[in-house]
T-cell receptor
Framework: DSGVTQTPKHLITATGQRVTLRCSPR?????VYWYQQSLDQGLQFLIQ???????AKGNILERFSAQQFPDLHSELNLSSLELGDSALYFC?????????????FGEGSRLTVL | AQSVTQLGSHVSVSEGALVLLRCNYS??????LFWYVQYPNQGLQLLLK??????LVKGINGFEAEFKKSETSFHLTKPSAHMSDAAEYFC????????FGAGTRLTVKP
């Protein structure tokens, strides 16, 4: 158990819809990362937050957005969903200090868009 | 931007044989490098990391990796494969966002 919790584990929805994925980081970790994993694209970095502030942006589509709340949990919002958005979405958290940069991953949220 | 390239999307070894998974990085300065493992239906788990303290890094489950600046490589090895090592392995470089390679699927034959 990594200590990172993601909900829901599975989600099936239709094209054009909007979904929200939730992530609770490990206790004490200030950084949260979001990744998308698919067979054709591999593991793609989407976005990183540090203590509530956006720290870095990767290949995140404009239809996607995220935020990190004061209690450090994070949400990834996916809107106007397309078939190609079907993927496994991972959240990871990272500590500061000597172990900075080490990512602890949740078990992922599997999104299926029909 | 820094990146890593994993050579071979699929590696198959016999149980007890040497495991060698290849990773090359592109960076003009020594980066922080990582190996992660992903078991089926699970998230990624850190195996080991290189932070310039020592070129030979030992990780969990008997894995180790050697940083070679002259070859810009950070290959992952294990002397004797076990069935439980079957998984997908990712090399990663620490930059803003942690960039992962495409992954290498390791199969271990009995």
């Amino acid at each position: 158990d990594s200590g990172v919790t993601q909900t829901p584990k599975h989600l099936i929805t239709a094209t054009g819809q909007r979904v929200t994925l939730r992530c609770s980081p490990r206790s004490g970790d200030l950084s949260v990362y979001w990744y998308q994993q698919s067979l054709d694209q591999g593991l793609q970095f989407l976005i990183q937050y540090y203590n509530g502030e956006e720290r870095a942006k990767g290949n995140i589509l404009e239809r996607f957005s995220a935020q990190q709340f004061p209690d450090l949990h994070s949400e990834l919002n996916l809107s106007s969903l397309e078939l190609g958005d079907s993927a496994l979405y991972f959240c990871a958290s990272s500590p500061t200090g000597a172990r900075a940069g080490e990512l602890f991953f949740g078990e992922g949220s599997r999104l299926t868009v029909l | 931007a820094q990146s890593v390239t994993q050579l071979g999307s699929h590696v198959s070894v016999s149980e007890g044989a040497l495991v060698l998974l290849r990773c090359n990085y592109s960076s003009s300065v020594p980066p922080y490098l990582f190996w992660y493992v992903q078991y089926p239906n699970q998230g990624l788990q850190l195996l080991l990391k290189y932070t310039s303290a020592a070129t030979l890094v030992k990780g969990i489950n008997g894995f180790e990796a050697e940083f070679k600046k002259s070859e810009t490589s950070f290959h992952l090895t294990k002397p004797s494969a076990h069935m439980s090592d079957a998984a997908e392995y990712f090399c990663a470089v620490s930059e803003i966002g942690m960039r992962f390679g495409a992954g290498t699927r390791l199969t271990v034959k009995p």
